[in-house]
């Protein structure tokens, strides 16, 4: 490929991934709105609330590390489309579903092309875009989060309020299915990172690396503090839109639209996050850990203790802001710090770990919830010490600057 229509290609990679990106936060976040209205037409328990919620983490999980795996081995053109086009027609499935069972299964089906989407990202990046500007690049794709939790958010109460929730899944599950075949034609099948550099040492991915891997305290440390992360941010996404209607008693409508507010904060902090890891904190990454955590704890505190609705999002939004700062840290790391053959196994391999966080999170926010008797201040202050869990976790990591090893280390720490 010519270098003036590779580089204007990898843009337009770079912006179909952040679409995809927004239409898989959409069909994340959908089913906790969805989900007051199943509970009442399946008649659900709490309790089955937060399994059904569960499943789709634990298949999201597992495949973390079988996603970047398979991206490494053997390119992005089918493991990204592939991914796209299953986690759509599960959803559409999630439409149809007329039982408890069905709808986990349904749901565990989502998490399993999901789970292959964020490793295969951060390998499309790797084959696109320099070490310079991998953070920036993977901030735009993170970028999509927050902007398809704030159309989301509107977009799902909507569609639910204007039709039902079965509707609302069909529609966004044939949008996926359409991205998905974009993909597919995208990218060619050769377009693998071999290829695009015959110099490049070939990405199977064997057992030995994958050892080395493990040995590196950094991905612990990485996977520890993902999986806090996602405590606290799938705690929150699980089970606020029903503490916005049942505790605060917003209708649906309106509390779609406050619930947009903290991701259009939280879609700049993505942005701003990338750029100021390239810029000004190679080496020192840590601090966007301890920084982030501190304040978004803080700011989750002040959102349950206030009987203000504004304030209450306002606190939402600032909270949201700083877990964002974490999040990209957790999976800018792996990109600049391992060796470039392996970014993709160890960017699932931090993911499966930090998985454990979404699979349990949803079910024990309900079990809390159900303990003390529909209150959920009890639920809130344990993702507050979550949050407070990973400013411990940057304190442990010890820092010196990246360029010392630019070419990663599969075998020892590298901050």
Known sequence: MKQGSFSQKKYVLLLLLFLAQILNFIDKTAINFAVIPISKELQLSTDQVGLILSSFFLSYA????????????????????????????????????????????SRFLVGVGEGAFPASTSVAIVDHFQKEVRARAKSVISAGASVGFMFGSIVVTLLIATFDWRLMFTILGLIGVV???????????????????????????????????????????????????????????SWLPSYWVKVKHMDMVSMGLYSSVPYILGFVSFLVSGWVLDKFLPGYEKYMFIGGAFFSALFLFLMFQTDSIVLAFGYL?????????????????????????????????????????????????????????????????????????VLVVGLSISTRKAAANPAGNLDGETL
């Open 62 to 105: 597992i495949m973390q590390l079988v996603g970047g795996y398979l991206a490494d081995r053997f390119g992005i053109k089918k493991v990204l489309s592939g991914a796209v086009f299953l986690w759509s027609a599960a959803t559409v499935l999630t439409g149809t579903a007329r039982s408890y069972f069905s709808l986990m299964a």
């Open 317 to 389: 939004s600032l909270s949201n802001v700083f877990l964002n700062a974490m999040n990209i840290t957790v999976f800018v790391l792996p990109m600049k710090m391992i060796s470039e053959a392996s970014v993709g196994t160890a960017t699932g391999i931090i993911n499966t770990g930090g998985q454990i966080g979404s699979v349990l999170t949803p079910t024990i926010v309900g079990f809390l919830i159900n303990a003390f008797d529909q209150n959920y201040h009890a639920a809130f202050m344990f993702l507050v010490a979550s949050a407070l869990v």
């Open 179 to 237: 991205l998905a075949a974009v993909l597919w034609f995208l990218l060619k099948p050769g377009e693998k990172k071999g290829e695009q550099d015959p110099g490049a040492a070939s990405k199977s991915i064997d057992k030995t690396a994958i050892k080395l891997l493990l040995k590196n305290p950094l991905i612990w440390k990485l996977m520890l503090a993902a999986m806090f992360t996602n405590i606290v941010f799938w705690g929150l996404q």
